[in-house]
């Protein structure tokens, strides 16, 4: 009862949710979010939607100024004329690794974990929930283009795949007031793990495949090469435990170094392990999904439908090999997660 009471008392305090979402699904919220473990170099901390907007502008196709910085959640622009917009640094990035102040976040203490919930009002009572982890930058791979040796790279090291804004998420499945299935978003990519309720964990079902580009005859294909993810997903405390990846932010279910592209000498890994407890239960701004521009006050950012960073690519020359440039166009918001991933419309004891 007094778990039920905090809850109840830490997301009361929160002004930025619907009010149609009913208390039992938001105290199943707060119940089952999860800690993120972030990595103990991780220079890039996550920040507040509000924090990132202050040091943005909007510009158009063409890279005129829509609106200047600062930008406030409340008054961004929305519309269909956004989704060819993006945000961007007032100032242009010189180079791919180059970083202005606000790239390095602020204390987790400070910053929400933004969470969308669907409740489907079907005979199983299915909810669906999606925690987003929002980053002003993700620093991509340092690339041997070469023969690596250890730490050392016989040929040269480059950075590829650095974006400005970072939407990252997990989204979890519950029915009659249990978890049924988590889904953990890497990248591009991710796993789905069921709910065992004997064991108290989650056991992983399937993983999506990595999609690299390559370059054949004049073009640009997509080929599948398939990602080892781990088997388990464990609670702490009774809530799912993740980790983030260090500087790019790809969440996975388990600490240790996860290797999800290997070409030739060319391999790109995520290195994740326990350093700070980002505990999102103790601070969630509750959402409830909604279609295009039906967001408003300061929710109103939700509908902005253009990219959250600059979209100017940088050292392309490697593409064809690496898959990508050395800085990238920043992602899309998180109207994209209001499918959490799962089966829609869910069907009961189905995901």
């Known amino acids: 009862m007094g778990y039920i009471?905090?809850?109840?008392?830490?997301?009361?305090?929160?002004?930025?949710?619907?009010n149609s979402i009913s208390d039992e699904t938001r105290v199943l919220v707060t119940k089952w979010a999860p800690r993120v473990w972030l990595h103990q170099d991780e220079p890039f901390y996550p920040s507040t939607v509000d924090f990132h907007l202050k040091n943005m502008q909007v510009r158009n196709e063409d890279?005129?100024?829509?609106?200047?910085?600062?930008?406030?959640?409340?008054?961004?622009?929305?519309?269909?004329?956004?989704?060819?917009?993006?945000?961007?640094?007032?100032?242009?990035?010189?180079?791919?690794?180059?970083?202005?102040?606000?790239?390095?976040?602020?204390?987790?203490?400070?910053?929400?974990?933004?969470?969308?919930?669907t409740e489907h009002q079907d005979p199983c009572n299915t909810v669906d929930v999606t925690y987003t982890l929002f980053y002003p930058f993700n620093y991509g791979k340092?690339?041997?283009?070469?023969?690596?040796?250890?730490?050392?790279?016989?040929?040269?090291?480059?950075?590829?795949?650095?974006?400005?804004?970072?939407w990252e998420h997990v989204s979890l499945r519950l029915q009659g007031g249990e978890p049924k299935q988590i889904y953990v978003g890497v990248h591009s990519f991710g796993a789905w793990y069921d709910w065992d309720p004997a064991t108290q964990k989650f056991i992983f079902v399937e993983g999506e495949p990595v999609l690299q580009k390559t370059y054949r005859e004049g073009k640009f294909l997509d080929i599948k090469m398939d990602v080892e993810y781990p088997?388990?997903?464990?609670?702490?405390?009774g809530h799912p435990t993740v980790f983030s990846a260090n500087g790019s932010h790809g969440v996975w279910a388990q600490e240790g170094k996860h290797t999800y592209l290997h070409i030739l000498t060319v391999h790109l890994d995520d290195w994740c392990d326990r350093g700070q407890p980002w505990d999102t239960w103790n601070f969630l701004e509750i959402y409830e999904t909604g279609e295009w521009d039906s967001f408003s006050g300061n929710q109103?950012?939700?509908?902005?439908?253009?990219?959250?960073?600059?979209?100017?690519?940088?050292?392309?020359?490697f593409e064809p090999i690496v898959g990508e440039c050395?800085?990238?166009?920043?992602?899309?918001?998180?109207?994209?997660?209001?499918?959490?991933?799962?089966?829609?419309?869910?069907?009961?004891g189905q995901v």
């Not at 340092?142 to 970072?166: A, P």
């Not at 920043?330 to 991933?341: I, L, N, R, V, W």
Request: charged share 15%; glycine share 10%; aromatic share 12%.
């Open 5 to 18: 009471l905090t809850a109840l008392a830490t997301i009361c305090f929160l002004a930025n949710y619907a």
């Open 63 to 117: 890279e005129g100024v829509e609106q200047p910085s600062p930008l406030e959640p409340d008054t961004l622009a929305t519309g269909e004329k956004t989704a060819s917009w993006h945000l961007n640094t007032p100032s242009d990035l010189e180079c791919v690794n180059c970083f202005e102040d606000f790239f390095s976040g602020q204390p987790l203490d400070q910053v929400p974990s933004y969470t969308f919930v």
């Open 142 to 166: 340092d690339v041997c283009l070469g023969i690596e040796s250890g730490s050392s790279c016989i040929g040269s090291w480059m950075t590829f795949g650095n974006h400005v804004g970072d």
């Open 231 to 237: 088997q388990e997903l464990f609670l702490e405390d």
């Open 300 to 317: 109103t950012w939700v509908d902005f439908r253009g990219s959250w960073g600059n979209v100017k690519k940088m050292n392309c020359e």
């Open 326 to 348: 050395g800085l990238v166009g920043g992602p899309s918001g998180p109207h994209k997660y209001f499918q959490h991933d799962f089966q829609q419309p869910p069907a009961c």
